[in-house]
Structure formats: structure tokens, C-alpha cells
């Protein structure tokens, strides 16, 4: 079964946010002249933020209770260029749940953003009962 | 100088007690765009079976950093940073970390390997609170680039 997909923007300000919030001032997440010294493309998103954007989604397929997932876990496949414009990139998640032993699912997640997977083998286990169906 | 591999199976000491702040975790929210009343309004989340307001579930990143740094720190280790890149996380959750928790870390290297000139270290980090109550387990790979 399929889950609502859901859809973020990224710009160099969240970036910015996200960096003081989780203490991460890596460079290459904010300056274009260190991004691109060390080969980037330009400034990239914290792996980790889009590891969260990915948890906003599943924490919402699971009505909004982070107590119902268990676990949650994936592989940083490619990274996120973020052009410093108003625009930035788009992320879009979308969930399948498959049903595990008792009262929990796993949902495979994937996460795209301009056509290609920047998550790979990204999965949460939850309960099933907090689901919305 | 690259990782050594004879570090498999070391434990850092726990990290000094870090105390989970309301504010800190509201800052968090809003920074990844979680508006939820629960990470923001300590009343929305005691109406849900919380003391306080709930963090969101990759907040923990901000707690193992702690550990990292104790890494980056120790020479034995051969860590260079400048050359790492996050290649893998994942947390397994005993129960949401809420402010007001006092939480400290042990990391655990439990990997490393070399391909391609590439260094691969894994580290499982115990995310805990003073007493000894187990909250989240943290396992991260990071990449060492030739």
C-alpha cells in the first residue's frame, strides 16, 4: 500500500537553519567557494537534513506520534545541490508499507529530488496501529 | 595515515551529560519545518503521555555528535574529517527523547574497512540517560575519501 507522498522545498537558508539547529557548520553545506574547492558542485544539503525531511514523512503517515516508529534508517545515495535562488531544490518522499510480525510495519521510503534517488535502501519500522489508513 | 584497523571493538568513555533542552528541540522542529504541537507546546505533549515537548526522530544526530567529536579528538583513531562524508545512518528508538532528559553517549567502533583507497568506519552509539536507561542506538557509517 502506497502512503500520501509528500513534498519539501530546500533553499540555502534552510540550510542555514539547519546547521545552527543541529550544530553541523560543515562548509561545503553553505559556501560555494569550499563546496566546489573540494570538487561539489556547489553547496549541498547535510545528509542528515534530508534524512529528516524523510522523518517529517513518515512521522505524518504515522499521525504525527514519533513514539510509533521503532526504527528508522538509510543509505546517502547522492547528494542535494541547492542553488542559492529562491527556488532551491524540491524533495519529494513517498512511502509503501509492508507488514512485519505483530503490530508493526515497515515502510520503504524513497526520496527524489530532480528525477533522481538521493536515499537509498531508506526504511522506517512503526507501529501499525498509528498508520493512517 | 589512514583508520586504524585495530580500533574494532574499542568503547569510548560516555560523553558528559547533555541536557535536553525545551527550546533547543523547538529550534530543531522548525528548523526541518516539523510545526507538529508536540515538538513545540509542552501541554499538546503532555496531552499526549509526555512530560515535555518531544523531539523529532533525527534529533539524536545532535547527540551523537558529541561522540564524533570525541573521535575526531583521539589520534589512535586516524580520523581526518576533512575527508569524511556521511555514508549511513540509523537509529533504533526505545522511546522519543523529550526535554528535560539528561543523556550521555558511548560509542562503540564496530567496523573498519578499506576499498579503493576509501575508508569505511562504523560506530554504534548508545544514546542513554545518566541512570542508565536506554533511549536510542545509534549506528552510523562515515566515509573517509582517498
Avoid at chain 1, 94 to 121: M, S
Avoid at chain 2, 123 to 136: A, F, P, S
Wanted: net charge negative; with cysteine.
Amino acid at each position: 500500500m502506497s502512503l500520501e507522498p509528500q513534498t519539501y522545498r530546500i533553499t540555502r537558508a534552510d540550510l542555514v537553519r539547519y546547521a545552527g539547529a543541529s550544530g553541523d557548520f560543515n562548509p561545503i553545506h553553505w559556501s560555494d567557494r569550499v563546496a566546489t574547492a573540494v570538487g561539489l558542485p556547489g553547496v549541498i544539503a547535510h545528509g542528515m537534513f534530508t534524512m529528516a525531511l524523510a522523518g517529517r514523512a513518515v512521522t505524518a503517515w504515522v499521525s504525527g506520534d514519533p513514539s510509533a516508529i521503532t526504527e528508522f534508517t538509510t543509505r546517502f545515495a547522492r547528494p542535494i545541490v541547492v542553488p542559492d535562488d529562491d527556488n532551491g531544490a524540491e524533495l519529494t518522499v513517498t512511502g509503501v508499507i509492508k507488514p512485519l510480525e505483530g503490530d508493526f510495519a515497515q515502510i520503504d521510503v524513497t526520496a527524489v529530488c530532480a528525477g533522481e534517488k538521493v536515499l537509498a535502501g531508506a526504511k522506517a519500522v512503526v507501529r501499525a496501529s498509528a498508520l493512517r489508513s | 595515515m589512514g583508520l586504524n584497523p585495530g580500533y574494532v571493538g574499542h568503547t569510548y568513555p560516555a560523553t558528559a551529560v547533555y541536557v535536553v533542552g525545551r527550546e533547543k528541540i523547538r529550534e530543531f522542529a522548525t528548523a526541518i519545518g516539523a510545526t507538529e504541537a508536540i515538538h513545540h507546546d509542552p501541554e499538546a505533549a503532555v496531552a499526549s503521555g509526555y512530560l515535555d515537548v518531544v523531539a523529532p526522530a533525527t534529533f539524536a544526530i545532535a547527540l551523537t555528535a558529541t561522540a564524533v567529536e570525541q573521535m575526531i579528538a583521539d589520534p589512535e583513531l586516524g580520523l581526518d574529517f576533512s575527508r569524511v562524508v556521511h555514508g549511513e545512518q540509523k537509529f533504533a528508538y526505545a522511546r522519543p527523547i523529550q526535554a528535560g532528559d539528561r543523556l550521555v553517549c558511548e560509542a562503540t567502533v564496530t567496523d573498519i574497512t578499506e576499498r579503493a583507497g576509501n575508508g569505511f568506519l562504523t560506530t554504534t552509539t548508545q544514546i542513554k540517560t545518566e541512570l542508565g536507561e536506554l533511549v536510542v542506538t545509534a549506528t552510523q557509517k562515515l566515509v573517509v575519501r582517498a
